[in-house]
């Protein structure tokens, strides 16, 4: 049921963004901001939300998910929109805009993850930090002793 509602949460905030961006500045259908919404939304989710967000944190997710929409708008954009500087602003303003609501959905993340390892009692087997620690020993030469 999260899953479902953080899904439908960072779509409708994507179909927003993009209306806002892309009717700005483009005469874009309906169908090119519903592509661009499910686009940005699987992609976020997956890359975003489940990769970034347990191993390297929020600012660092935040900003993936920045560079991730900026990247993918302006990419996508411009080929579909036929406009190469214009497009660049309504790639800032949505990305802006899905960073503002990534605020949100990443603390319901959080926060349900906290939850949820709270009622297991203990850490699971992966360290979601990546801060693997390691074991340094000197090595001893043999004593010639029997000689």
Same mark, same amino acid.
């Given at each position: 049921?999260?899953?479902?509602?953080?899904?439908?949460?960072? $779509? @409708?905030?994507?179909?927003?963004?993009?209306? !806002?961006?892309?009717?700005?500045?483009?005469?874009?259908?309906?169908?090119?901001?519903?592509?661009?919404?499910? &686009?940005?939304?699987?992609?976020? +989710? &997956?890359?975003?939300?489940? !990769?970034?967000?347990?191993? &390297?944190?929020?600012?660092?997710? $935040?900003?993936?998910?920045?560079? $991730? =929409? +900026? =990247?993918?708008? %302006?990419?996508?954009?411009?080929? $579909?929109?036929? @406009? +190469?500087?214009?497009?660049? %602003? @309504?790639?800032?303003?949505?990305? @802006?805009?899905?960073? &503002?609501? #990534?605020?949100?959905?990443?603390?319901?993340?959080?926060?349900?993850?906290?939850?949820?390892?709270?009622? #297991?009692?203990?850490?699971?087997?992966?360290?979601?930090?990546?801060?693997?620690?390691?074991?340094?020993? #000197? *090595?001893? #030469?043999?004593?010639?002793? %029997? *000689?």
């Amino acid at each position: 049921m999260n899953k479902t509602l953080i899904l439908i949460l960072k $779509l @409708g905030a994507a179909m927003i963004a993009f209306a !806002i961006a892309l009717d700005l500045f483009f005469d874009a259908t309906f169908a090119d901001i519903l592509s661009f919404s499910i &686009l940005v939304t699987a992609i976020s +989710y &997956l890359l975003g939300d489940r !990769i970034i967000l347990p191993r &390297l944190g929020n600012s660092n997710a $935040l900003i993936a998910d920045f560079f $991730l =929409v +900026y =990247v993918s708008v %302006w990419v996508f954009g411009s080929v $579909l929109l036929n @406009g +190469y500087l214009q497009i660049a %602003w @309504g790639s800032i303003i949505s990305a @802006g805009i899905i960073t &503002l609501s #990534e605020i949100f959905v990443h603390r319901m993340l959080v926060n349900k993850r906290a939850v949820s390892q709270e009622k #297991e009692g203990g850490q699971t087997a992966l360290n979601p930090r990546l801060a693997y620690g390691m074991e340094i020993a #000197e *090595e001893r #030469e043999p004593t010639k002793d %029997w *000689e």
